[in-house]
């Protein structure tokens, strides 16, 4: 089976052996994938009833989860990576998260639908409707997506909370990139990867 | 029993005892016991290598009999028929199971209402306060009579649960899975303050005489019935008692008397009294004990996480939403220290209406993800 457009992209970015959390693990293909291909090790998080028994199926290291209470059974930089694919939207605190994210992790990546897609764009200001695409299917009263971003939104608030990006990534939903994504990946990008770090507590230098 | 044995149930089945009189068994209070035997049942074969062998621990009140019927007329198969069996989590087509009555036990295994060698009369009271690591190191000599050097999983659920992380613990090579269900990685103040209400019921009922009923006798049958009365309703949860019994009056009108109106009351004194007749005052004095007393963070300054860091097993924790006798935050305990440690867990929780009791229950999402994890075993 072919890995999802965001989860093959991150893998690349995982060192092999690396230890692991994913928050929000859906049926844990990017855990299983990851163990096999890079002999990662670490767990999944997930709330779902379905996804849990997929993950306890595939051999995943699986933990029922309310990523809205944080990470507090998680210690400090006890993960190599933190990832997030496709599920900051819908948490109720998503800044708390992904401070939390950078707590328990060394570095953390996060994916997201971009809201700021010329489709969505232009379905608001032509249409003047929530938009539907493939990366964001459902309709604006059953969406689950309850904190959609840009990517300067969410740049904007890595600003804010001192994190640093060190990668960054946009790709339409068959994970191709073009010049455009390039370009103006704000307005080209359907889905858009990022790798964190916490920037380094600066030194106060005397004067 | 059904008039045709459904082919999931592993069917008839007999109990066997063994006497381990080689080597004393020392206890945890300090005592000894030079001489005991333990019945237990097994279910499933074992294989050419011995590589599917399942350890069932069992929880406060329940016994050896796991699974299955002893003849047609029984009433009811064993007590974990739910996960036991052809096709089900522990799947006897597959595994070699073995569930064993624990010491101090009075349904086989040496306990109080067994003969003491020294005075050859009932132990009684006098029988030793045995704890959780107690019954694993005498479950680890069975295994080895059975010629068992490594169990595939011990599973338990409740106190059974317990014995299952002790086994981890004290055992570290010899179980490859550890599946813990329902349990706490020890008692709070309330749990064992609801114990010490089902002691002091047995201890002050005039029947007990200090633990010798035997020879008078009799039984504290008030006390034992007073003692399951309280335990039974911590055991189920609100909703499933408003569920099962709400306000039901069983004459349909109130009588203004103290006699059984409610059909709760009822149904708490058939299973207090039912209670009674099968099982020993002392017994259940020494569990609830045993259930106090466990507590593997204790040698390790209350830190779990150091209690559990040379376990080798991976295990699995379910827990149930409406469970308050164990709850779930106390299952994310064990999850937790295993996380700390970088252990292979996958935890679970079920959302249930059943209370502490569900683990006994035939929930789809419960079943599915331990025959899932079952299935995965090697």
């Given at each position: 089976?072919?890995?999802?457009?965001?989860?093959?992209?991150?893998?690349?970015?995982?060192?092999?052996?690396?230890?692991?959390?994913?928050?929000g693990c859906g049926d844990g293909t990017l855990l299983a994938h990851l163990r096999d291909a890079r002999s990662v090790t670490g767990y999944g998080l997930e709330i779902d009833d379905d996804n849990i028994i997929s993950c306890v199926q595939t051999g995943v290291n699986v933990i029922h989860t309310d990523l809205n209470q944080g990470l507090s059974d998680f210690n400090d930089d006890s993960f190599d990576y933190v990832v997030m694919t496709q599920?900051?939207?819908?948490?109720?605190?998503?800044?708390?998260?992904?401070?939390?994210?950078?707590?328990?992790?060394?570095?953390?990546?996060?994916?997201?639908?971009?809201?700021?897609?010329?489709?969505?764009?232009?379905?608001?200001?032509?249409?003047?409707?929530?938009?539907?695409?493939?990366?964001?299917?459902?309709?604006?009263?059953?969406?689950?997506?309850?904190?959609?971003?840009?990517?300067?939104?969410?740049?904007?608030?890595?600003?804010?909370?001192?994190?640093?990006?060190?990668?960054?990534?946009?790709?339409?939903?068959?994970?191709?990139?073009?010049?455009?994504?390039?370009?103006?990946?704000?307005?080209?990008?359907?889905?858009?990867?990022?790798?964190?770090?916490?920037?380094?507590?600066?030194?106060?230098?005397?004067? | 029993?059904?008039?045709?044995?459904?082919?999931?149930?592993?069917?008839?089945?007999?109990?066997?005892?063994?006497?381990?009189?080689?080597?004393?068994?020392?206890?945890?209070?300090?005592?000894?016991?030079?001489?005991?035997?333990?019945?237990?049942?097994?279910?499933?074969?074992?294989?050419?290598?011995?590589?599917?062998?399942?350890?069932?621990?069992?929880?406060?009140?329940?016994?050896?009999?796991?699974?299955?019927?002893y003849n047609m007329q029984d009433k009811k198969p064993g007590w974990w028929e739910t996960c036991i069996g052809p096709g089900k989590p522990i799947d006897t087509n597959r595994f070699f199971v073995v569930c064993p009555n624990n010491l101090g036990g009075c349904k086989g295994s040496t306990g109080p209402t067994s003969i003491n060698p020294d005075t050859n009369k009932?132990?009684?009271?006098?029988?030793?306060?045995?704890?959780?690591?107690?019954?694993?190191?005498?479950?680890?000599?069975?295994?080895?009579?059975?010629?068992?050097?490594?169990?595939?999983?011990?599973?338990?659920?409740?106190?059974?649960?317990?014995?299952?992380?002790?086994?981890?613990?004290?055992?570290?090579?010899?179980?490859?899975?550890?599946?813990?269900?329902?349990?706490?990685?020890?008692?709070?103040?309330?749990?064992?303050?609801?114990?010490?209400?089902?002691?002091?019921?047995?201890?002050?009922?005039?029947?007990?005489?200090?633990?010798?009923?035997?020879?008078?006798?009799?039984?504290?049958?008030?006390?034992?019935?007073?003692?399951?009365?309280?335990?039974?309703?911590?055991?189920?949860?609100?909703?499933?008692?408003?569920?099962?019994?709400?306000?039901?009056?069983?004459?349909?009108?109130?009588?203004?008397?103290?006699?059984?109106?409610?059909?709760?009351?009822?149904?708490?004194?058939?299973?207090?009294?039912?209670?009674?007749?099968?099982?020993?005052?002392?017994?259940?004095?020494?569990?609830?004990?045993?259930?106090?007393?466990?507590?593997?963070?204790?040698?390790?300054?209350?830190?779990?996480?150091?209690?559990?860091?040379?376990?080798?097993?991976?295990?699995?924790?379910?827990?149930?939403?409406?469970?308050?006798?164990?709850?779930?935050?106390?299952?994310?305990?064990?999850?937790?220290?295993?996380?700390?440690?970088?252990?292979?867990?996958?935890?679970?929780?079920?959302?249930?209406?059943?209370?502490?009791?569900?683990?006994?229950?035939?929930?789809?999402?419960?079943?599915?993800?331990?025959?899932?994890?079952?299935?995965?075993?090697?």
């Amino acid at each position: 089976m072919e890995l999802r457009t965001d989860l093959a992209l991150i893998s690349e970015w995982i060192n092999e052996n690396s230890h692991v959390l994913d928050l929000g693990c859906g049926d844990g293909t990017l855990l299983a994938h990851l163990r096999d291909a890079r002999s990662v090790t670490g767990y999944g998080l997930e709330i779902d009833d379905d996804n849990i028994i997929s993950c306890v199926q595939t051999g995943v290291n699986v933990i029922h989860t309310d990523l809205n209470q944080g990470l507090s059974d998680f210690n400090d930089d006890s993960f190599d990576y933190v990832v997030m694919t496709q599920a900051i939207q819908t948490i109720l605190q998503p800044d708390l998260l992904l401070m939390e994210m950078l707590r328990v992790g060394r570095q953390g990546i996060v994916t997201f639908p971009n809201f700021g897609h010329w489709r969505a764009r232009s379905s608001l200001f032509f249409g003047g409707i929530m938009p539907i695409s493939r990366a964001l299917p459902s309709k604006w009263y059953e969406t689950g997506n309850i904190h959609l971003c840009t990517l300067l939104d969410f740049e904007e608030l890595c600003y804010q909370l001192d994190i640093e990006v060190l990668q960054r990534a946009v790709v339409d939903t068959k994970h191709r990139t073009s010049w455009s994504m390039r370009l103006l990946p704000n307005v080209f990008g359907k889905i858009a990867l990022y790798r964190l770090r916490s920037k380094p507590v600066k030194r106060i230098l005397p004067r | 029993m059904p008039d045709i044995l459904p082919p999931d149930c592993v069917g008839l089945v007999t109990s066997q005892t063994y006497r381990f009189d080689k080597t004393p068994l020392s206890l945890d209070c300090g005592r000894s016991l030079s001489s005991y035997e333990l019945v237990y049942e097994t279910y499933g074969t074992l294989n050419k290598d011995h590589s599917n062998a399942i350890l069932i621990c069992h929880a406060l009140s329940s016994d050896h009999h796991a699974a299955g019927y002893y003849n047609m007329q029984d009433k009811k198969p064993g007590w974990w028929e739910t996960c036991i069996g052809p096709g089900k989590p522990i799947d006897t087509n597959r595994f070699f199971v073995v569930c064993p009555n624990n010491l101090g036990g009075c349904k086989g295994s040496t306990g109080p209402t067994s003969i003491n060698p020294d005075t050859n009369k009932p132990y009684g009271p006098d029988f030793p306060i045995v704890t959780v690591r107690d019954w694993v190191k005498s479950q680890a000599r069975l295994g080895d009579m059975l010629g068992i050097s490594q169990w595939l999983a011990v599973i338990g659920g409740s106190l059974g649960g317990m014995q299952a992380l002790q086994w981890a613990i004290d055992y570290p090579k010899h179980l490859r899975y550890c599946v813990i269900i329902a349990a706490a990685p020890k008692l709070t103040a309330q749990n064992i303050a609801f114990n010490e209400v089902a002691r002091q019921a047995i201890l002050s009922d005039p029947d007990f005489h200090k633990g010798h009923y035997y020879q008078h006798n009799t039984i504290p049958e008030q006390g034992l019935m007073l003692a399951r009365m309280l335990g039974h309703i911590t055991y189920l949860s609100d909703v499933a008692m408003r569920e099962k019994f709400g306000r039901e009056l069983r004459e349909g009108k109130l009588n203004f008397g103290f006699d059984v109106e409610f059909q709760v009351e009822s149904y708490l004194r058939y299973q207090g009294r039912s209670f009674a007749d099968r099982f020993d005052a002392n017994t259940y004095l020494l569990m609830t004990k045993a259930l106090d007393y466990f507590d593997p963070a204790l040698e390790h300054d209350n830190n779990l996480s150091d209690a559990l860091a040379k376990v080798m097993a991976k295990f699995l924790v379910i827990s149930f939403t409406s469970d308050w006798r164990f709850s779930s935050a106390r299952s994310r305990e064990i999850v937790k220290a295993l996380l700390d440690n970088k252990k292979n867990v996958s935890y679970a929780e079920v959302t249930s209406h059943d209370g502490h009791d569900a683990f006994l229950m035939p929930i789809p999402h419960f079943i599915q993800v331990f025959k899932s994890y079952m299935q995965n075993t090697e």
